[in-house]
T-cell receptor, first 116, second 114 residues
């Protein structure tokens, strides 16, 4: 158990719909990163939130957006879903002091999204 | 060229065997290096960090060659429980609040048979 919880664990949507995925970070962690893992691939970095602001973004279109809340929990929103968005979405939390090397990332079990 | 490349396998080995995984990365600015383990339909978990001097954790040994941009993982005396996908990961981070991001390879699948 990493202390990182994600919801929902599984969901099915249709093309064009919108989805919100949620993540509660491990206690004491201030940074949340989101990753997309398609079948047979390694996780791909979507973006990271640090102190409620986006702090780095991978090669994903603007229809992927997020939020981090004061309690450091986070949401990932995906608009106008496409078939290729079907994947496991992983949230990872960590502690970043801002002055030293980043701490270990702890992953949640993921939200498995299927787009039909 | 992909940022992190690994042989996808699968590697099918008997219990007790020694198995080695290799990984290359393309960006010489990469700062940190890791091996993660991912069990089927589970989340990735950190197996070990990789240092230039090489490091060992029990049956696992990791090596980094910055000049060749090459990372390796050696597993000795394989156990059934070692069956998983092993992900090679690099990180480019900067001081001042930015962790950068983890760049994962596709993973190498290991299956240890009785």
């Amino acid at each position: 158990e990493t202390g990182v919880t994600q919801s929902p664990t599984h969901l099915i949507k249709t093309r064009g719909q919108q989805v919100t995925l949620r993540c509660s970070s491990q206690s004491g962690h201030n940074t949340v990163s989101w990753y997309q893992q398609a079948l047979g691939q390694g996780p791909q970095f979507i973006f990271q939130y640090y102190r409620e602001e986006e702090n780095g973004r991978g090669n994903f279109p603007p229809r992927f957006s997020g939020l981090q809340f004061p309690n450091y929990s986070s949401e990932l929103n995906v608009n106008a879903l496409e078939l290729d968005d079907s994947a496991l979405y992983l949230c990872a939390s960590s502690y970043d002091s801002g002055t030293s090397a980043p701490g270990e990332l702890f992953f949640g079990e993921g939200s498995r999204l299927t787009v039909l | 060229r992909k940022e992190v490349e690994q042989d996808p396998g699968p590697f099918n080995v008997p219990e007790g065997a020694t198995v080695a995984f290799n990984c290359t990365y393309s960006n010489s600015a990469s700062q940190s290096f890791f091996w993660y383990r991912q069990d089927c339909r589970k989340e990735p978990k950190l197996l070990m960090s990789v240092y230039s001097s090489g490091n060992e954790d029990g049956r696992f040994t990791a090596q980094l060659n910055r000049a060749s941009q090459y990372i390796s993982l050696l597993i000795r005396d394989s156990k059934l429980s070692d069956s998983a996908t092993y992900l090679c990961v690099v990180n480019m981070w900067n001081y001042g609040g930015s962790q950068g991001n983890l760049i994962f390879g596709k993973g190498t699948k290991l299956s240890v048979k009785p």
